[in-house]
């Protein structure tokens, strides 16, 4: 067997760009590194003299990234309600990190190890060399990154999470973004990887040190060539963006109220646990604050199966009633078969319990159900499952759009907004208004809520739809159609955060063609 090189100086200077390049992430908010923060990747994986070698290199690189990124999991902790104890909490939140973090380490490693392998060269057409074909790096590079990252991101059975992909760190600038209602987020991140290629390029060209890289362009004229041209494309991207938000917008005629109750983890889990009678009354004080329009209460603000508690229901629909106000409302599901799902209702203001339940597709490994190469671990184990024995949630099927008195709403839950196919999915089913419902509690004030809200602007873009974010202990957002945060709530605080937003019936030519 072939022992893998290993350079210690190597490693651990790419582990340093790695952690650079992690500060891109929301939350850190270094947004610019993210257009050149890839290039020591891209430069060590081209120059490369093996498989291994690429691949070490790769993993370097894209675990400091997303130990860096993700490192919210150890916000995890204190896990005392769990009944662990300190440092029993510290190690089970750590191990969740580094867990996640070297999954997708593994898949930047692959995306190192593929094009270690291709045979490139810094152009944008397919040249002959040296009697053989070569693959454009500026064109081949940027897709093959995003073909990788996304899709093997998205692997639910190999425990793929799409998180920490390049474009989220831009979802503030907006005049940038608004091509994603054309190209969705994932054509920005192809852009943002073009421009790491091509300055590695560049470098590439420049430099006798990287003389063995594949992505080396004819000479430095054409790779300035090269540069220019991004610089145009880049320019031209940002003409639009400036364009699209100049232009006139609907009107904002819906009043939206989401209900942050700060119900902590510790309300929702202990022997101190909330009763539903308790939880009630804790939300009909914030409910009077509310005004006529759609009441958004977060995800299992209601931590029972609603369908079965008649009496709630029947007290809710009043309200709503009463007061014109229809609602989305978060809360237990079950099937004949008695599956639990979490799912979202609706209410109407007539003071109907609508008949479609929307249920949530997503499931988060370990959080909301035990992947079957694990329910043979030990019970300690399982304890860390969001129900007992890890018996799990059953998966929604189908997209949904409420059909309230307002208009469609279309409810997302917690994790879903990281899927640009569902959210597109939820429009094409007719959705005006895209509402996503979370529970942020198990992270404590963590960066995690950013890094949603991030994800959560441009679904909106992409779709043009307004996007209301209601997070139990917040942040809580209202996102209008260009991806502006009109409204903004801070953590760990109980409030009710109001705004107006757009209904909308148009489908952008992302919601169209995104299928995947």
């Known amino acids: 067997m072939i022992k893998p090189p290993f350079e210690p100086n190597i490693l651990l200077l790419l582990a340093a760009c790695g952690l650079v390049l992690g500060l891109s992430a929301p939350g850190f908010g270094q947004w610019y590194l993210a ?34 990124y993700l490192n919210w999991f150890l916000n995890l902790q204190p896990l005392d ?51 053989s074909w070569r693959l454009p790096a500026l064109i081949t590079v940027p897709v093959v990154w995003v073909l990788i ?21 831009q979802y503030k600038q907006l005049p940038l973004i608004q091509i994603a209602s054309i190209i969705g987020g994932v054509g920005l991140g192809c852009l943002i990887a073009l421009s790491n290629t091509t300055i590695a390029s560049y470098i590439a060209t420049s430099s006798e040190k990287f003389k063995g890289s594949s992505l080396k362009a004819k000479d430095k004229r054409t790779a300035i060539i090269h540069i220019v041209a991004l610089a145009a494309i ?41 009763s539903l009678d308790e939880l009630l009354i804790r939300y009909a004080r914030m409910l ?74 997503y499931l988060v490994p370990f959080g909301e159900y035990t992947p079957a190469s694990v329910r043979n671990l030990p019970e300690w184990i399982l304890r860390l499952t969001n129900t007992p024995a890890g018996g799990g949630f059953g998966s929604g099927k189908t997209a949904v759009a409420l059909p309230l008195a307002c208009g469609q709403v279309a409810p997302l839950i917690c994790f879903e907004t990281l899927s640009p196919e569902l959210c597109a999915s939820s429009v094409r089913k007719g959705g005006q208004l895209l509402v996503n419902i979370s529970d942020l509690a198990w992270f404590h004030r963590s960066m995690i809520g950013e890094q949603m809200i991030a994800f959560s602007v441009f679904r909106a873009v992409e779709n043009r739809r307004s996007f209301v974010f209601g997070a139990n202990t917040g942040p809580s957002a209202i996102i209008d159609q260009n991806g502006r945060i009109k409204e903004l709530s801070g953590q760990e605080k109980d409030l009710v955060l109001t705004g107006k937003v757009t209904l909308s019936t148009e489908l952008t030519p992302f919601t169209h063609w995104f299928i995947f």
């Open 35 to 68: 257009w050149f923060g890839l290039v020591p990747l891209l430069l060590a994986a081209t120059s490369s003299k093996g498989l291994w070698q690429a691949l070490l290199r790769g993993f370097s690189f894209g675990l400091s990234y997303n130990l860096t």
């Open 81 to 131: 309600w769990l009944n662990f104890n300190g440092w029993q909490g510290w190690l089970l939140a750590g191990t969740a990190w580094a867990f996640v973090a070297t999954i997708q380490g593994v898949i930047v490693a692959v995306f190192a190890a593929v094009i270690s392998k291709l045979p490139l060269t810094g152009s944008i057409i397919p040249t002959r060399l040296e009697n």
């Open 149 to 169: 990252t996304f899709f093997l991101g998205n692997a639910h059975d190999l425990l793929g999470v799409p998180w920490s992909m390049l474009e989220y760190s």
């Open 234 to 274: 880049l320019l031209g991207t940002i003409a639009y963006g400036f364009q699209r938000l100049s232009a006139a917008n609907a009107e904002e005629t819906l009043t939206v109220s989401v209900l942050q109750g700060n119900i902590n983890i510790e309300m929702e889990r202990t022997k101190h646990r909330y």
């Open 288 to 361: 009077e604050q509310c005004p006529q329009g759609l009441i958004v209460w977060t995800e299992n603000a209601l931590p029972a199966y609603l369908i079965d508690q008649v009496g709630a229901v029947a007290d809710l629909a009043g309200f709503a009633k009463r007061h014109q106000c229809d609602m989305v409302i978060g809360a237990m599901y079950h099937d004949h078969d008695h599956t639990p799902f979490n799912s979202a209702y609706g209410i109407t203001s007539s003071g109907e319990l609508v008949n479609e339940v929307y249920s949530k597709r």
